[in-house]
């Protein structure tokens, strides 16, 4: 007689990402990792709002600075990573589109950096969500 196999239930939500040893030695606990995921999709919303006025950007950006040493050796490290290259990135090819602008490629720099920056808020969020890494 064949005995039933185990089944995952598709619905159920997948368990939080575990603590690392290295995290653990340090001292980093669960809550800690909670508290900085809520602060990683906070900084997402602060680059998101940047579209609409400029310093919620600069405000992120210190926060990721500020915050990226708790972060060490743990899953949210990927993500400080990731809004730091974002929002340098970002701004490098923005003041590239703006000096090329005269030649009406800047205005295709500029479209194309917009929509990058987009999509790397809408991944870094959505993997935060999921208590996920940047780079898998």
Do not use: C
Request: proline share 5%; no cysteine; glycine share 6%.
């Amino acid at each position: 007689m064949e005995q039933p196999t185990h089944q995952p239930n598709p619905n159920t939500p997948e368990p939080a990402q575990p603590v690392t040893a290295a995290a653990l030695e340090q001292g980093i606990s669960q809550e800690k990792i909670n508290s900085l995921r809520t602060i990683t999709i906070i900084v997402y919303v602060l680059q998101a709002l940047t579209y609409f006025t400029a310093i919620t950007g600069i405000i992120g950006l210190i926060i990721n600075y500020v915050k990226r040493g708790d972060a060490q050796n743990t899953w949210l490290a990927s993500h400080f990573r990731w809004q730091i290259r974002t929002f340098w990135f970002g701004l490098l090819w923005s003041l590239i589109g703006l000096v090329l602008v005269y030649f009406f490629v800047g205005l295709i720099v500029l479209l194309v950096v917009g929509i990058w920056v987009i999509y790397r808020i809408v991944r870094g969020v959505l993997a935060a969500i999921d208590r996920k890494p940047m780079y898998q």
